[in-house]
């Protein structure tokens, strides 16, 4: 095996961004975050340049929510973020939120399973 570089792999699907959102909720209010979340599926696997919108709940901690989100672009995600529908939840988020959001933004580097 040899060596690998350093730079930082090209993303082997263009400019698709994947986003990993860790999200925890005040305590005793993970049912109500998750219920908050899952108002934002289908509004957001139905945007342009959505590629897939998973939310997942922790197996562990009932209070920490997962989202799993695929984007053809970065554009794409920015506009997400600008939906009327984005802007009201984030802007309620201090009723269930436990300090801040994780959000991370991932480029994949391998080619998608056939």
Not at 84 to 113: N, S
Request: aromatic fraction near 8%.
């Amino acid at each position: 095996m040899t060596a690998q570089s350093s730079a930082t792999p090209t993303p082997a699907n263009g400019e698709q961004l994947t986003l990993i959102a860790f999200i925890r909720a005040k305590p005793g209010r993970g049912d109500e975050l998750g219920r908050r979340l899952g108002t934002l599926v289908e509004p957001s696997r139905a945007e342009a340049g959505n590629i897939n919108y998973d939310l997942h709940r922790s197996n562990d901690d009932p209070d920490v929510w997962v989202l799993y989100e695929n984007w053809h672009a970065a554009a794409d995600l920015a506009s997400h973020f600008e939906q009327p529908y984005m802007k009201a939840f984030v802007a309620a988020l201090p009723e269930v939120l436990e300090g801040e959001m994780d959000l991370r933004r991932c480029a994949m580097v391998t080619k998608v399973a056939a």
